[in-house]
């Protein structure tokens, strides 16, 4: 669990690889799309500012997320020599268990790419209890999720 203070965008630059050469994925729920476009520009500015060149930054669109898990797939399928992607999406609590299977099956869905060994699979799901725990964690005052991602994105290159 995130601590009050931490801010989730600091990182050491130094200590990280240089992943100028590679390519990344990045698949985005349109879903809480004011949520997951700041956790998408947090995602695609750390890469950039790693000098992945834009071009090598492919994005898809998915209704919500849910679907990221198929549309992780079809990417990871489509694009055999990504160095990884990136899975961006937000499910804030709502008053049924709705929210309780869509975590779940986003959560295991995830995990079961990762476990197929082709490229990782970054987990980049905010699961808030409320619109402004999301948007602390997505560009406010914890920092943007979406950097903290693409930091994993870069570190897990060193197993691929």
Request: net charge negative; charged share 20%; proline share 3%.
């Amino acid at each position: 669990m995130a601590t009050e203070n931490k801010n989730l965008s600091q990182y050491d630059k130094s200590t990280l690889p240089n992943v100028s050469q590679l390519s990344f994925g990045i698949v985005v729920s349109e879903w809480n799309e004011s949520i997951t476009e700041g956790l998408f520009k947090g995602a695609f500015d750390t890469l950039t500012d790693f000098n992945v060149k834009p071009e090598n930054i492919i994005r898809w669109n998915v209704p919500g997320s849910f679907e990221l898990i198929y549309g992780c797939k079809k990417m990871m399928e489509t694009y055999p020599n990504l160095a990884g992607i990136i899975a961006i999406g937000s499910v804030i609590k709502g008053e049924t268990q709705h929210f309780d299977f869509v975590c779940e099956g986003v959560t295991q869905g995830i995990k079961d790419l990762n476990l197929a060994g082709k490229m990782p699979v970054i987990f980049c799901v905010l699961t808030d209890n409320n619109l402004q725990q999301s948007i602390d964690r997505s560009g406010g005052k914890h920092g943007n999720k979406g950097v903290e991602a693409a930091v994993a994105a870069i570190k897990m290159t060193v197993f691929k």
